[in-house]
Each structure stands twice: as C-alpha cells, then as structure tokens.
C-alpha cells in the first residue's frame, strides 16, 4: 500500500550465525530506514533470535547448510540470490519495495540521508547503486547501549575493494547472483544502470577488537561443509594460517586506518 502511494520501501535481509555481541548493533542500524527487516538464522546457539524477537520490523527466518551444524557457501549464495524474491512464504521484495539490502550482520550500508540517496536513485532509475566498501576498525567491541549507533562509535577504517559488490538492489528491475563468499564476481543483470557515484559506504565491522575477531575466528572454524574445505572457499575460517594472518593484518589495519565517518 505503501508503494502504492509512492512511498518509498526498503526490506533489509540480514545473514546471521551466533552474532549476539553485534547483533544489536546492526539492528538499530537497519531499523531507522528497512521497512521489513528478514534475519536468516543459520541456526544460532546463542541469544541472536532472542535478541532479533525483541525488534517489532524483524522477521526471523531459519536456514540450514546440508546439516545444522555447518556452513555451506554454495548455499549460502543461492539463498542470498533469491530470498528476495521468494514469494512461498511473502518474503519477497519484488513487487513490495523499492530497494532490498542484502548484508551480514556485520555489514553495515551507510550514508547520512541513506534514505535522500536511495530517493533520487529511484527517480533516475538506478538500479544498482555503487558502493565504496571499509573495513572498520577498533581497538576493543565497543560497549552496546540503546540509542548510541555503532557508526557514531567507530569511525575509523581501511578502504576495501573486497566490500564494493552488489547488496542494494532494485528488486523489481535487477537480478543478482551472488558468488561464493558474495565479494568479487557478484553479478547483477536485468535493468542494472548503476549509480554515477559511489555514495553509499558499505562498512564491514568484523575487526572490533583482536578478542573479539579472534573468538569469531574460532567459532566459526568449525563449521565449514566438507564442500567448502575440498573448494578451499572460507580457508580463512578455519587454516591456522590464516589465523596468524588475521591477527598480524588487525595490528596493521589499527595503525594504517583513517577516518571513514564525519
């Protein structure tokens, strides 16, 4: 009804496994612009959809990857390509709402008039709009309290060619298939015409403190498919390696980051 009336939709669909601590975070966030928000629950063990339950716009929605226990990224991909569009249980965008978001709890799409932008995409017939992609940075997780955002707490961060895809879409005019991982060779077809500019920031707030990425290093190590271990997709959750990597990169991007937010 609301489109009816050339009021302009957003539904936000939010990817989500055992991120109480950030949760709350992102919710506020996609609550002052979404419509509708959908959190994907890859089955949390821990207060995720307690926390999700308390916010009246969220929709929780589970999902599993072959069993309960694992994370699949081909899955994962095609369920972040067509949830939008799934109109066996009404959470579809198409035909509903002017723009979909599709993100990780630890992503964040952002600019001042998020809403002002998204506008005046919609009246030049944007229908993907581009994205400078941060990795956020801070030294410690920021202590959550209601009505303090976590754009206005950490402001710092590195620019990252890894964070510009395509997770803002135009439902009724774009399609898009995302890859596995959901960074580099996501794709939109359909009406794309992408925005001039890339006015929107997609702000990535994984390296909140070396404790806090290092237990979700460890937490999500263990849940990689058989088929992401033989494809080697997600290595990065679960090689030692990259553990180390992790750790010496978040030492690096503290010292090098700047400031991302006014």
Same mark, same amino acid.
């Given at each position: 009804?609301?489109?009816?009336?050339?009021?302009?939709?957003?539904?936000?669909?939010?990817?989500?496994?055992?991120?109480?601590?950030?949760?709350?975070?992102?919710?506020?966030?996609?609550?002052?612009?979404?419509?509708?928000?959908?959190?994907?629950?890859?089955?949390?063990?821990?207060?995720?959809?307690?926390?999700?339950?308390?916010?009246?716009?969220?929709?929780?929605?589970?999902?599993?990857?072959?069993?309960?226990?694992?994370?699949?990224?081909?899955?994962?991909?095609?369920?972040?390509?067509?949830? =939008?569009?799934? !109109?066996? $249980?009404?959470?579809?965008? *198409?035909?509903?709402?002017?723009?979909?978001?599709?993100?990780?709890?630890? %992503?964040?799409?952002?600019?001042?008039?998020?809403?002002?932008?998204?506008?005046?995409?919609?009246?030049?017939?944007?229908?993907?709009?581009?994205?400078?992609?941060?990795?956020?940075?801070?030294?410690?997780?920021?202590?959550?309290?209601?009505?303090?955002?976590?754009?206005?707490?950490?402001?710092?961060?590195?620019?990252?060619?890894?964070?510009?895809?395509?997770?803002?879409?135009?439902?009724?005019?774009?399609?898009?298939?995302?890859?596995?991982?959901?960074?580099?060779?996501?794709?939109?077809?359909?009406?794309?015409?992408?925005?001039?500019?890339?006015?929107?920031?997609?702000?990535?707030?994984?390296?909140?403190?070396?404790? =806090?990425?290092? !237990?979700? $290093?460890?937490?999500?190590? *263990?849940?990689?498919?058989?088929?992401?271990?033989?494809?080697?997709?997600? %290595?990065?959750?679960?090689?030692?390696?990259?553990?180390?990597?992790?750790?010496?990169?978040?030492?690096?991007?503290?010292?090098?980051?700047?400031?991302?937010?006014?």
């Amino acid at each position: 009804a609301k489109k009816e009336r050339g009021i302009m939709i957003i539904y936000t669909y939010i990817f989500c496994w055992n991120e109480e601590k950030i949760l709350p975070f992102t919710l506020d966030h996609y609550e002052q612009f979404s419509d509708r928000i959908f959190l994907l629950d890859n089955y949390s063990t821990d207060k995720s959809v307690e926390i999700a339950r308390k916010y009246d716009k969220v929709t929780v929605i589970p999902f599993s990857c072959q069993d309960e226990d694992t994370y699949d990224e081909f899955e994962s991909a095609n369920l972040r390509s067509t949830i =939008y569009k799934d !109109e066996t $249980y009404g959470f579809n965008a *198409t035909g509903k709402a002017d723009w979909a978001i599709l993100v990780d709890a630890d %992503e964040f799409v952002y600019h001042p008039d998020i809403e002002g932008i998204l506008k005046g995409y919609t009246e030049q017939g944007v229908g993907v709009p581009r994205l400078a992609g941060y990795n956020m940075y801070s030294k410690e997780f920021p202590k959550y309290k209601k009505g303090e955002l976590l754009t206005q707490k950490v402001k710092q961060g590195q620019e990252a060619l890894t964070e510009c895809k395509p997770v803002i879409i135009s439902p009724d005019k774009v399609d898009v298939k995302f890859s596995v991982g959901a960074h580099f060779h996501s794709k939109a077809t359909g009406q794309v015409l992408p925005s001039v500019n890339s006015d929107i920031k997609l702000l990535h707030y994984k390296n909140l403190g070396k404790e =806090y990425i290092t !237990e979700r $290093y460890n937490q999500l190590s *263990t849940r990689s498919s058989c088929t992401n271990k033989e494809n080697q997709f997600g %290595e990065h959750w679960y090689s030692k390696r990259c553990h180390k990597g992790m750790r010496e990169g978040f030492d690096d991007g503290i010292k090098d980051c700047k400031k991302i937010i006014e």
